[in-house]
C-alpha cells in the first residue's frame, strides 16, 4: 500500500516533482476525493485506489511519491446526488480531472458515462461503473528544451492571421511524410510551414487544439466532432493530432510544434472554448465537471436540476463563478507560459461576459482577471463577440484589450460585392477600420478582426458558387447551419463548365479578398480560401473528418491564378504602411502631405459629400490613403510610405473613374492590383 502524504492544494491537478505527484482537486460539496490509478497496457484495468488525505478550503489534495510520467488516472467524487438542488457526485462514475495535462484514451458511448440509468429520470443514480470506457488523465512532465524561443509580440498592425485546422491543413499535404499528416509534427514540417511564409501570414489560428469529446449521436452516424468545439480538457491537447500513440506524447509534440512556427516568425493563437464543455444538459453524460462540483462550474437555472443554455450546447460554463474563472485563467496562462502560445480566440465570448442573472457585463469577473494578469493581458486576445443568449450580440463593447471578430464587416462587405443598396456609408465605416464602434472607447482600428469567411459557414468558393446550403451529409436533412442569405450564385448555382460564369465568380473572390487586404483592421484569411477551397456547399461540415474538409493541395490553373493573387494582395499590405494604421483616420492634411489621410471621392474624382453618402444605389466609389499621413510607429519613429487609390466597383455594368491628382501634381500613379486581370 503507496504511502500517501498531505501534499499541497497548489498547482490544481496532477504535477510531476521529480520524486513523485501531487494532486491537488476543487470541490466545495465533495466529502471525499479518490484517485485511481491504470495500467498503461491495459488502460481499463484499476491497479490502485487512495484517498486524498488533506483539505484546506474545499481543495482536497495529496502527494504519491514514487508516480512517474505516463502515470494514467482518473478521479472519484464522493457527495451529494441532488440533481434537483444542483449536485450530481457520483463516485461510480469515473472522472476526468478537470486540470488534466493529457488524456490518453476516447470515451466509450457504449459505457455507462450517464450519471442516471440508461432511458430513466435523471434524478435516480446509476451506480454502474463506467471507467473502462472513460479516457485517462496522464501525468507529464513540464520539462521541455524551449532553447531561445520566446514570445514572438508582432504588432496588431503587422498582423494578419491565417484560421486553419491542424489535421485539415496537412492531411493532405503531398510535401509532408504521410505518417506525419494530420499531425502537430505536420504543421511543423517545412512544407507547411514554406506555405505559411510564401503567403505572407503572422500568425495561424488553430481550430480548438483542447482535448474534446466527440458525440455519441455523431458516432452513431459514423460521423465525429473534427472540428472540436465540445471541450473534455482545457489543459490537454488533443491526441488524435498526435503522431505517436503512447500516453502524453502529444504535449512535446505541440510544443515542437510551436517551437518551429516560432521560428519562422509566426504566432499560434488557439481557438478556445471556454463557454460550454462535452457534458451537455441534465440529460448529458458525467465525465468531469458535473461529476465534481456542478454547481460551481455551470449556470444553473432558478430550477438547479436544469442549465441555463447561452450556447446552444445544453450548458454554459459560470465564468462569474470564482472557481470556474480560476480554472479558465489557469488554462489561460498553462498554454502561455508552458506551451509557448501568443494569444486566443475565445469562441462565443459573450457567455464569458455574463454575471448575475446572465446579462452581458463589459466589466464580468474574468474580463478583470486578465486584464490585471500581467502575463495574461500581454497576449493577444480575441473575443468572438456574441451567443445565442439574450442580448448575445456584443459587437464593438467588448473591454481593452481585447480585439474583436466584427461580423458587421463581414456582413457589410458581403453585402456590397452582392449588390445590395443603401451600403455606401456602412461600406466607409467598415473599410476605414468601423470606428463607429471602437473610437468611442479609445480603442484603435486593430480592435476589429476583419474576415470575409470563418470555419464556420461557406467558403469563400462557395460562397460565390452557392445561394443556399447544401449540409444533406451531416445526417440532418440539411436543416442544421445557417440560412446563409449573403451567398449568390450569378444565375447557376454549383460548379458550372461556363467559362462566362466561372470568370466572374473567380473576379468576385478577388474583389472579397481585395476589400480584406485593403481594409484597415486585422485581416483574417481561412485556411484553402487562398486556394478556391470548396465543401460542396456545405456550411456546416463540423462533423466532416474527410475530403470535404481537409485542404485538396492539387491546384489547377485557375486555383494557383488564386493563389499568387492572394500572395500579391498579402505583400501589398505588409509593404504599405498607410495599410497598418495605428490610429483612426481625422480627414484632414498632416505634415506636408498634398493629401488627406483619407479621401473619399466619386467616380469622377471629386469629394464625397454628406448628401452622396446618403444616396441609396452608390455603388462605385473611391479612396486615397495618404502615404505621408502615417503616425509614428511603436518606437516613436515617423513612418510614411506610398499614396494607395483604391476604385471600388460594386455595379453590375463597367464604371468609368477620372484618376485624381495630387494638388502639386507631383507622382504618378502605378497600378498594383486589378481584380479584373486573374
Known sequence: MRKIWSGTPNPRGATYDGSGVNFSVYSRVATRVEVCIFDPAAPEREIERFSLPEMHGFTFHGYAPGLEPGTLYGLRVHGPFEPENGHR??????????????????????????????GKDDLERDDR?????????????????WGADRRL?????????????????????????????????????????????????????????????????????????????????????????????????SVNEFKAMVKALHAAGIEVILDVVYNHTCEGNHLGPTLSWKGIDNASYYWLMPEPRYYLDFTGCGNSLNASSPEAARMIADSLRYWVNDMHVDGFRFDLAATLGRVRQGEFDRDATLFQIINQDPVLSQTKLIAEPWDVGMGGYQVGNFPAPWREWNGKYRDTVRRYWKGDDNLAGEVGHRLAGSADLYQGERRRPQASINFITAHDGF????????????????????????????????????????????????????????????SQGVPMLVAGDE????????????????????????????????????????????????????????????????????????????????EDWS??????????????????????????????????????????????????????WTLAIDTGNP
Open 459 to 518: 467558403t469563400l468558393h462557395d460562397l460565390v458558387t452557392y445561394s443556399s446550403k447544401h449540409n444533406d451529409a451531416n445526417g440532418e436533412w440539411n436543416k442544421d447551419g445557417a440560412d446563409d442569405n449573403q451567398a449568390w450564385n450569378h444565375g447557376v448555382e454549383g460548379e458550372t463548365d461556363d467559362e462566362a460564369i466561372i470568370a466572374l465568380r473567380e473576379r468576385q473572390k478577388r474583389n472579397l479578398l481585395a476589400t480584406l487586404f485593403l
Open 89 to 118: 457526485c457520483n463516485p461510480n462514475k469515473l472522472l476526468v480531472d478537470p486540470y488534466a495535462k493529457a488524456l490518453h484514451g476516447e470515451i466509450d458511448w457504449h459505457a455507462p458515462v450517464l450519471g442516471y440509468p440508461d
Open 531 to 610: 486556394m478556391g477551397r470548396t465543401q460542396g456547399g456545405n456550411n456546416n461540415a463540423y462533423c466532416q473528418d474527410n475530403e470535404m474538409s481537409w485542404l485538396d493541395w492539387d491546384l489547377d490553373d485557375r486555383r494557383k491564378k488564386l493563389l499568387e493573387f492572394t500572395r500579391k494582395l498579402i505583400a501589398l499590405r505588409n509593404e504599405n504602411p498607410v495599410l497598418q494604421r495605428r490610429r483612426f483616420f481625422r480627414g484632414d492634411y498632416i505634415w506636408d502631405s498634398s493629401w488627406k489621410d483619407i479621401c473619399w471621392l466619386r467616380p469622377d474624382a471629386s469629394e464625397m459629400t454628406m
Open 129 to 145: 461503473d463506467n471507467a473502462a470506457g472513460m479516457p485517462k488523465g496522464v501525468v507529464v512532465s513540464d520539462f521541455f528544451d
Open 615 to 668: 444616396q441609396p444605389f452608390v455603388r462605385s466609389l473611391a479612396f486615397v490613403l495618404g502615404g505621408d499621413a502615417i503616425a509614428a510607429d511603436e518606437r516613436g519613429q515617423r513612418i510614411t510610405g506610398d499614396t494607395l487609390l483604391v476604385l471600388l466597383n460594386g455595379h453590375h455594368e463597367a464604371v468609368d473613374f477620372q484618376i485624381p491628382q495630387s494638388e502639386n501634381g507631383a507622382g504618378e
Open 153 to 249: 509580440d508582432i504588432p496588431w498592425r503587422k498582423t494578419v492571421i491565417y484560421e486553419l485546422h491542424v489535421k485539415g491543413f496537412t492531411k493532405r499535404h503531398p510535401g509532408i511524410p504521410e505518417e506525419i499528416r494530420g499531425t502537430y509534427a505536420g504543421l511543423a514540417h517545412p512544407a507547411a510551414i514554406e506555405h505559411l511564409k510564401s503567403l505572407g501570414v503572422t500568425a495561424v489560428e488553430l481550430l480548438p487544439v483542447h482535448e474534446s469529446a466527440d458525440d455519441g449521436f455523431l458516432e452513431a452516424k459514423f460521423l465525429s466532432n473534427y472540428w472540436g468545439y465540445s471541450t473534455l480538457g482545457y489543459f490537454a491537447p488533443e491526441q488524435r493530432y498526435g503522431s505517436r500513440r503512447q500516453p502524453g506524447a
